[in-house]
């Protein structure tokens, strides 16, 4: 009699979801950027922070590096994540880390 008992438990398992769930998205809209100069930080809060520094690359697209990160309760800055793109300016452009995602429109300082 125990053996059915064990075999009801094990059926009443779902199947796990094989697609992870994705990260957030943080729609940061039009971004104005200047070759080599470090965006302003875009306070998402919580202490979290980003931030982007543009290279115009000899093509004319744009080598977009993000940094993610987080202050603690002294108020240093701890970087969590960087990431990296290339992408034609004005051309809606998405950066991803483990657990956030931005999108964002770069265009450049004329």
């Given at each position: 009699m125990?053996v059915?008992?064990l075999?009801?438990?094990?059926?009443?398992r779902?199947?796990?979801?094989?697609?992870?769930s994705?990260?957030?998205v943080?729609?940061?809209?039009?971004v104005?950027?200047?070759?080599?100069?470090?965006t302003?930080?875009f306070y998402l809060?919580s202490?979290?922070?980003?931030?982007i520094?543009?290279t115009v690359?000899?093509d004319g697209?744009?080598d977009?590096?993000a940094?993610?990160?987080?202050?603690?309760?002294?108020g240093?800055q701890?970087?969590?994540?960087?990431?990296?793109?290339?992408?034609?300016?004005?051309?809606p452009?998405e950066?991803?880390f483990q657990?956030?995602?931005?999108?964002?429109?770069?265009?450049?300082?004329r």
């Amino acid at each position: 009699m125990a053996v059915p008992g064990l075999l009801l438990m094990g059926s009443c398992r779902g199947p796990k979801d094989p697609t992870p769930s994705r990260p957030p998205v943080v729609d940061l809209g039009a971004v104005e950027l200047t070759n080599g100069i470090p965006t302003r930080r875009f306070y998402l809060g919580s202490g979290e922070n980003v931030f982007i520094v543009p290279t115009v690359l000899r093509d004319g697209r744009l080598d977009l590096r993000a940094e993610f990160d987080r202050g603690d309760a002294t108020g240093k800055q701890h970087r969590l994540a960087y990431a990296r793109v290339q992408t034609p300016p004005g051309h809606p452009t998405e950066l991803s880390f483990q657990f956030i995602r931005f999108t964002l429109v770069p265009t450049l300082e004329r």
